[in-house]
């Protein structure tokens, strides 16, 4: 991945002063899974162009994970996108290489940091969850915002465009250090894909390089939890510290001892604000699990996975949502916490769970105004259904894989083809993790009742297909915690009407 910085500051040759870098010389630093390269392209005192080329080595990486790679698996940890796509990789090496100029410092000309200067910035490539991100993320800050799309099959033009783009901005007058900044924050939330673990550090190297301008960001919820990988316990507390307001929802203390009764209003329901600033799921106990203790700050992967759903739906601002095989009701707990979502239709073969699901969201004791805003019906994803129709959002966290793969057909079918919602969120396990369980043997699946789980490539392939099938359009998210070289434990697909 390359990104050049160009300026016409006069005289331009400035920019070697300020980058610490002299414009005469390659110079390159190590970093974990590669190397970076600092050279000038062009250097006069009209315009100075430096370049930072990152070579991340595909084979360091996976060593540097550590152990050697499962068999079965080896090729997709050789060949995936990591290589060229601007990432935390490019963050840490922004620091590494330009680390003194981020901290606005220059020896030799003290008074340049604190400058505008016209600045011109190129990352190729750049993945982002949609064509307008670069600009959501940037614009705000005073950048002009140019993208250039790749085709996902230049012998495919129906396909659409890939998550790729060559990402260029253009600021009339910016100090060095803000640019370097902003790309130090943003260039990893635009990815999503952090190869690190994020750590209460995390936060601290948010807050620090991000406390000037991320506060005032109309973006500052999603740059603030997709750097933080979705991690709530640090998203709060981190959120809370940047924003000082009281637009956060009253539960943004650490986790403690639980306080509330399943199913009790939760305070940040009143807020409107997106289930990733909420935490847990209302202090609900899980089943058959633990009561979380005092200190205790780990989000279940369920829970993890149903918030991420929940905030991937809420950033669409739907009004009528679907939960199809909505189980006992967890997502349609966190969904009725969204005061926009106008209503919500849960839907499930079995009687039991919505038994349960009834039982757990006490739908017989809700006001009326809440309770008109949920129904539960029994029925099967195999059957068309007209109750179906008329949806903003359909979800199917963990259900696909329920069922067996010759009646997948069927459900396309009656998902994509007869209710036709204008988004659908399917979620999977990614059999490609399933290497990380010890438990688990080769070969054998994560709970009893499914009937198969699908490596990355296996989802990718059938989503795709989908989508090219009934006219949607889809990306793919990992979800939870991204291990390098297996990916996240879990994977949705969200699906849009083209
Ligand atoms: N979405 C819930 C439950 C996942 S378990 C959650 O994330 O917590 C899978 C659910 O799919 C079960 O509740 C099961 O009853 C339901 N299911 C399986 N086959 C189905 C079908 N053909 N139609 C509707 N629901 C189905």
């Not at 009339?172 to 690190?196: A, I």
């Not at 750097?227 to 403690?256: F, I, K, M, Q, W």
């Not at 105004?369 to 195999?382: C, E, H, N, P, V």
């Not at 069922?403 to 979620?427: I, K, M, N, Q, Y």
């Amino acid at each position: 991945m390359l990104l050049t910085l160009t300026t016409t500051h006069q005289p331009a040759t400035d920019l070697g002063y300020l980058l610490h870098k002299n414009p005469a010389r390659l110079q390159s630093v190590e970093i974990t899974g590669g190397q970076a390269h600092v050279f000038y392209p062009e250097a006069t005192a009209e315009r100075c162009t430096a370049a930072l080329l990152l070579d991340l080595d595909p084979i360091g990486l996976v060593r540097g994970r550590g152990g050697a790679p499962g068999e079965g698996f080896a090729l997709e940890q050789y060949v995936n996108d990591r290589p060229y796509v601007a990432s935390s990789f490019l963050s840490v090496a922004l620091s590494k290489a330009f680390g003194t100029a981020m901290n606005g410092t220059c020896k030799d000309r003290p008074a340049l940091p604190a400058e505008a200067l016209p600045l011109a910035v190129t990352v190729a490539v750049v993945s982002a969850p949609g064509p307008d991100w670069p600009r959501r993320l940037f614009e705000p800050l005073g950048y002009e915002v140019e993208t250039t799309a790749y085709p996902l099959d230049p012998t495919q033009p129906a396909w659409g465009d890939s998550p790729y783009y060559t990402l260029h901005l253009r600021h009339d007058g910016l100090r060095l250090r803000d640019v370097l900044t902003h790309l130090y924050v943003l260039l990893p939330v635009l990815d999503n894909d952090k190869h690190y673990y994020v750590d209460q550090n995390e936060a601290e190297k948010l807050l620090h390089r991000g406390g000037d301008w991320l506060p005032r960001h109309p973006e500052r919820g999603f740059i603030t939890r997709r750097y933080l990988r979705y991690r709530a316990l640090y998203v709060n507390p981190a959120l809370a510290r940047l924003l000082e307001t009281d637009e956060l929802p009253d539960d943004t203390s650490p986790p403690g001892p639980l306080s509330k009764k399943e199913g009790e209003p939760n305070a940040s329901s009143m807020t409107g604000a997106p289930s990733f600033l909420e935490r847990g799921s209302g202090g609900e106990v899980p089943l058959g699990g633990e009561v979380p203790t005092e200190g205790d700050q780990r989000l279940s992967l369920h829970d993890q996975r149903l918030q991420q759903v929940a905030h991937e739906i809420y950033q669409l601002a739907p009004k009528r949502v679907l939960d199809l095989g909505c189980g006992e009701g967890k997502l349609l707990r966190l969904l009725l916490r969204q005061p926009k979502i106008e209503y919500i239709l849960g839907m499930d073969v079995s009687h039991q769970a919505l038994a349960r699901a009834a039982q757990r969201l006490h739908l017989a004791e809700m006001p009326p105004r809440q309770r008109a805003r949920l129904d539960l019906i029994q029925g099967s994803l195999l059957y068309k259904d007209d109750r179906l129709a008329g949806f903003d959002a359909a979800a199917l966290v963990e259900v696909i894989e329920h069922l067996d793969p010759s009646r997948l057909a069927a459900l396309e079918a009656v998902v994509f083809g007869h209710a036709r919602p204008a988004h659908v969120f399917v979620t999977t396990p990614n059999a490609d993790y399933n290497q990380l369980y010890e438990s688990l043997s080769a070969g054998t699946f994560r709970h009893a009742d499914h009937r198969f789980e699908w490596s990355r490539a296996e989802f990718a392939a059938w989503a795709t297909a989908v989508a090219a099938r009934y006219g949607y359009q889809v990306r793919l998210v990992g979800l939870g915690e991204e291990v390098e070289g297996v990916g996240a434990p879990s994977q949705l697909a969200v699906f849009g009407l083209s």
